[in-house]
């Protein structure tokens, strides 16, 4: 059974930095593109960023280019989601996410669609404030 389990999520004043890591089992991460959701209180989740499996690509969100940076060590089966400059609007609980495939050539306009993703995390919740 895959499984993906969330950490690093907490309070943290506007300006600051976290980093959330996503442990996975189950499934050798190397072989699969893994994204990064989140959602806010009677928001729908919303894609933030996604790890290609098969050449290295990295997608963004409009909202968090430039602040926030995926990466994963698959030795480890861990996926990681370095967040800088933090601001109140990117509150919400973050969920990693596994997409098993197929994996179309555009897939770069596909990235944020929800439903292309098998299994999922239980969320970590992150908190940006005063």
């Known amino acids: 059974q895959e499984q993906l389990v969330e950490s690093g999520g907490g309070l943290v004043q506007p300006g600051g930095s976290l980093q959330l890591s996503c442990v996975v089992s189950?499934?050798?991460?190397?072989?699969?593109?893994v994204g990064w959701f989140r959602q806010a209180p009677g928001k729908e989740r919303e894609g933030v960023s996604c790890s290609s499996s098969t050449d290295g690509s990295t997608y963004y969100a409009d909202s968090v280019k430039g602040r926030f940076t995926i990466s994963r060590d698959n030795a480890k089966n861990t996926v990681y989601l370095q967040m800088n400059n933090l601001k109140p609007e990117d509150t919400a609980v973050y969920y990693c996410?596994?997409?098993?495939?197929?994996?179309?050539?555009?897939?770069?306009?596909?990235?944020?669609?929800?439903?292309?993703?098998?299994?999922w995390g239980q969320g970590t919740q992150v908190t940006v404030s005063s």
């Open positions: 189950g499934f050798t991460l190397s072989f699969y593109a």
């Open positions: 996410a596994v997409d098993f495939g197929p994996y179309p050539p555009d897939y770069h306009n596909y990235w944020a669609d929800r439903g292309l993703y098998d299994s």
